[in-house]
T-cell receptor
Framework: AQSVSQHNHHVILSEAASLELGCNYS??????LFWYVQYPGQHLQLLLK??????LVKGIKGFEAEFIKSKFSFNLRKPSVQWSDTAEYFC????????????FGKGTHLIIQP | NAGVMQNPRHLVRRRGQEARLRCSPM?????VYWYRQLPEEGLKFMVY????????ESGMPKERFSAEFPKEGPSILRIQQVVRGDSAAYFC?????????????FGPGTRLTVT
């Protein structure tokens, strides 16, 4: 069974700082990779996804992620964060080629200080 | 186009009662997933359903939990004889299905409290 590790459970940054949230998965086959965000009081929203092709994926709100197959990683980045990026961020994976349920990491709570 | 709907948003049950959680997928979506989020933990997959079929229930507890997605109407997650450990947020997601359509769209969740 696959698993997902998010290394940083709590991250505090100042506005305009650069962001990188780590995500590693364990599964030897083809995978689909996702980052979801949950703003305070709201439901999960899809930030970006990787299915195949260009390993550098651009999502909404200026976020991007890079799939590095050799490192089993899918780290999330943003060059300059805003106060409104304060939220919980979840990395998730499914096996490629199917519509399986998502396996989630435990999440990273990001706080942006104005 | 309305998103995934879940109701109720908050549900309080006494130990031993039954809890029924409902999920209406997005229009045109035929795949439904249920997840549970316990305090201080990430979301855990429970069950994956298509209309009238359970496709994968590998994440469902073996007892007291059941799910259905009938031909008509919402998907139902049913928890019989609830215990305090069932207190959690339960999220439903839906996807269109079909080749390449792997994105899951989440509802707002139902927060179950067992007293």
């Amino acid at each position: 069974a696959q698993s997902v590790s998010q290394h940083n459970h709590h991250v505090i940054l100042s506005e305009a700082a650069s962001l990188e949230l780590g995500c590693n998965y364990s599964y030897g086959g083809t995978v689909n990779l996702f980052w979801y965000v949950q703003y305070p009081g709201q439901h999960l929203q899809l930030l970006l996804k990787y299915f195949s092709g260009d390993p550098l994926v651009k999502g909404i709100k200026g976020f991007e992620a890079e799939f590095i197959k050799s490192k089993f990683s899918f780290n999330l980045r943003k060059p300059s964060v805003q106060w409104s990026d304060t939220a919980e961020y979840f990395c998730a994976v499914t096996k490629g080629g199917g519509a399986d349920g998502l396996t989630f990491g435990k999440g990273t709570h990001l706080i942006i200080q104005p | 186009n309305a998103g995934v709907m879940q109701n109720p948003r908050h549900l309080v049950r006494r130990r031993g009662q039954e809890a029924r959680l409902r999920c209406s997928p997005m229009k045109g979506h035929s795949h439904v997933y249920w997840y549970r989020q316990l305090p201080e933990e990430g979301l855990k997959f429970m069950v994956y359903l298509q209309k009238e079929n359970i496709i994968d229930e590998s994440g469902m507890p073996k007892e007291r939990f059941s799910a259905e997605f009938p031909k008509e109407g919402p998907s139902i997650l049913r928890i019989q004889q609830v215990v305090r450990g069932d207190s959690a947020a339960y999220f439903c997601a839906s996807s269109p299905g079909g080749s390449g359509s792997y994105e899951q769209y989440f509802g707002p969740g139902t927060r179950l409290t067992v007293t």
